[in-house]
């Protein structure tokens, strides 16, 4: 083999493993932040307003605790107080740091707790299949960057077969053998039914995605099998392994904006306030009743980008190769 192919390869290798690096981080940061602002939410007390942040397996609370040194900071508790805690001595506490631990506002709460007024469903019903499922298509992203790698076929297939037997495994031992299917679908009708009370609706929505789940786990493991067959027969089909992840960004967005539709579309009649259905702002800012809303991209979509923009000249200079035959 010249030089120029090995320099190729090494190339290829750099630019697919510094993506797979930024994937994998991206699936542990939030891709996306929304924030609401109101009078009713000071920013002395809601420095963030009431933000979210969006992963990929889900939506986690964005409020910080109060900034030291503020008035409200020392006169309020911040801290969930439970039946284990005592009343509050403002004699015997004054020294006593009760807000020692405290985590914040629980944002996600907070905002479920806005939404319902106006008939928005819980957050957490949004997504309840690609949300679940998402961490073993990590893992099959992870396991096809890695066989893209590899400039021999046989060895490519081989990574791909041993790869994706793993992951499938995990996937049907964590979803049927722990119940873990079983156990998201149980909280996503409990969410369903946090704030509106419709058992026979709750039931047959909780069936719906159930099955979808499972028809998710079917796809899954037929796509496995494609992709192993597909590179194993077709050299072509070997650029489909970095395209997929270089799509995230894409498919995070369309996935994003078309939840934000349906909660919008899908307002709950028995919601305190009646708006007409509408479009949550999908990036920058909007306006709702005396609500503001921020909603932009945070920086695990940073990262997504970033894998985007090292595996298409990956790909191009790996099709570059595919077509001189210097790569099988």
Not at 181 to 203: D, R, S, T
Not at 292 to 316: N, W
Request: hydrophobic share 50%; aromatic share 14%.
């Amino acid at each position: 083999m010249s030089a120029a192919p090995n320099k190729q390869n090494l190339i290829v290798t750099g630019l697919t493993l510094f993506a797979l690096v930024m994937v994998i981080a991206a699936y542990f940061s939030p891709i996306w932040w929304v924030s609401l602002t109101a009078p009713n939410y000071p920013k002395d007390a809601f420095p963030d307003g009431i933000r979210i942040h969006f992963h990929f397996d889900g939506v986690y609370n964005g409020c910080s605790p109060l900034a030291a040194g503020s008035r409200l900071k020392n006169e309020i508790i911040e801290k969930d107080l439970g039946h284990e805690d005592e009343r509050y001595n403002p004699i015997t506490d004054a020294k006593k740091d009760v807000n020692k631990g405290a985590q914040g506002l629980d944002c996600v709460h907070e905002m479920n707790t806005i939404n319902h007024y106006v008939g928005m469903y819980p957050i957490a019903t949004g997504g309840p299949v690609e949300r679940h499922l998402a961490k073993f298509f990590f893992g099959m992203f992870a396991v096809m960057l890695i066989a893209f790698m590899l400039p021999k076929r046989k060895a490519r297939v081989a990574v791909l077969a041993a790869g994706f037997t793993a992951v499938s495994a995990w996937m049907l031992v964590d979803q049927y053998m722990l119940g873990r299917l079983a156990e998201h679908m149980a909280n996503y009708q409990h969410e369903l039914g946090a704030y509106f009370k419709e058992p026979a609706v709750i039931a047959e929505r909780t069936a719906f995605w159930t099955g979808i789940a499972h028809g998710g786990v079917i796809a899954t493991l037929l796509l496995c099998v494609v992709l192993v067959v597909g590179v194993a027969k077709l050299r072509v089909f070997t650029l489909v392994l970095p395209l997929v992840p270089a799509l995230l960004p894409i498919f995070f967005v369309g996935f994003y904006a078309a939840w934000l539709w349906h909660f919008g579309h899908h307002l709950h009649p028995m919601g305190a306030f009646t708006l007409k259905p509408f479009m949550p702002t999908v990036f920058g800012e909007g306006k709702v009743a005396q609500f503001s809303t921020f909603s932009y991209p945070y920086y695990g979509y940073a990262m997504l980008v970033a894998a985007s923009l090292a595996l298409l000249p990956a790909l191009l200079i790996r099709r570059k190769q595919m077509q001189e035959g210097s790569v099988e």
